[in-house]
């Protein structure tokens, strides 16, 4: 299924002004945290969809900001949102594979984007990110964990992808189609082109990056599972989601 028509036709269902998708609680408040002091930091968001995580890091302070995503329909509601809101992020329908920043960033972030890419398009935005960012800037991205669909076969919520007969090293590159439940029961559908851990690592090593990231394994915990047992329970110490932060 072609990704960005996936987009335009879900825009509506995407657009939240607060944590809703079982991702707003496994992945992105992680993310925010591994972002830090933000204040009059500038931001790229790479893959932003309808804006959510731009919000959420001007709310904290941060400076300049570009929004950058595939969907015209999700940009269209993310610049909807802007209208009421008066941050003063800019976002832009493109690519990202094709991006070509005109300036530098102290930090970029990539929420669940490169699981639309394959690995050599990954491969390239990274060596764009690395261009894009200042000297001693940041990356923080987060990607489904790339053992989620071998370990979690049942496609149930409230997230699964279907990886039946598929094989951990052979196929790379290969698109899972999967679901992911909003806390109201609303499922909303997501893709993942498939990769390995070592794709990660290789591609920020070729772009440029040259220390170690810092690696998060991310799962539904206790204390979460505590908070809404029904909804989250059913994932409670899979393997879910991965991020990465590196400098420049
Ligand atoms: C799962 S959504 C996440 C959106 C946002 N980062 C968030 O956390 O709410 C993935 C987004 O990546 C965008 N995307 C997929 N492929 C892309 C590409 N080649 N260039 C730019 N954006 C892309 C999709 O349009 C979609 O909005």
Redesign the pocket.
């Known amino acids: 299924m072609d ?2 028509q996936v ?1 335009n036709d879900n825009a509506g269902k ?1 657009l939240r002004l607060e944590p809703s998708s079982l991702s707003d609680f496994t992945a ?1 408040p992680l993310v925010f945290e591994a972002c830090g002091d933000v204040e009059g930091r500038s931001v790229l ?6 804006g ?2 731009a919000r959420e890091l001007k709310r904290r302070g941060a400076g300049d900001c570009l929004g ?4 015209e329909q ?1 940009i269209q509601a993310a610049r909807l949102q802007e209208e009421q809101d008066h941050f003063g992020i800019e976002f832009q329908a ?4 094709e991006f070509k920043p005109a300036r530098r960033f102290d930090l970029c972030i990539a ?3 490169f699981n ?2 394959r690995v050599e398009e990954m491969r390239q935005v990274f060596a764009m990110v690395y261009q894009a960012l200042e000297p001693g800037g940041e990356f923080v991205f987060s990607v489904p964990h790339p053992f989620f669909p071998f370990v979690r076969k049942q496609q149930t919520a409230p997230f699964y992808f279907s990886a039946e007969g598929k094989n951990y090293f052979a196929d790379v590159n290969e698109q899972f189609e999967g679901e992911i439940w909003k806390r109201g029961g609303e499922p909303l559908h ?1 893709q993942c082109v498939h990769k390995t851990f070592s794709d990660y690592f290789e591609g920020l090593r070729s772009a440029g990056f040259s220390t170690l990231p810092q690696v998060q394994e991310l799962t539904v915990t206790p204390e979460l599972a505590a908070t809404d047992e029904a909804f989250f329970g059913p994932l409670l110490n899979e393997p879910l989601h991965v991020l990465f932060k590196i400098s420049k």
Request: proline letters at 0%.
């Open positions: 990704t960005q987009y995407w992105r968001d790479i893959g932003c969809g309808e959510y995580c950058i995503d595939l969907s999700m493109c690519n990202i594979v929420v669940f984007l639309y890419l997501v």
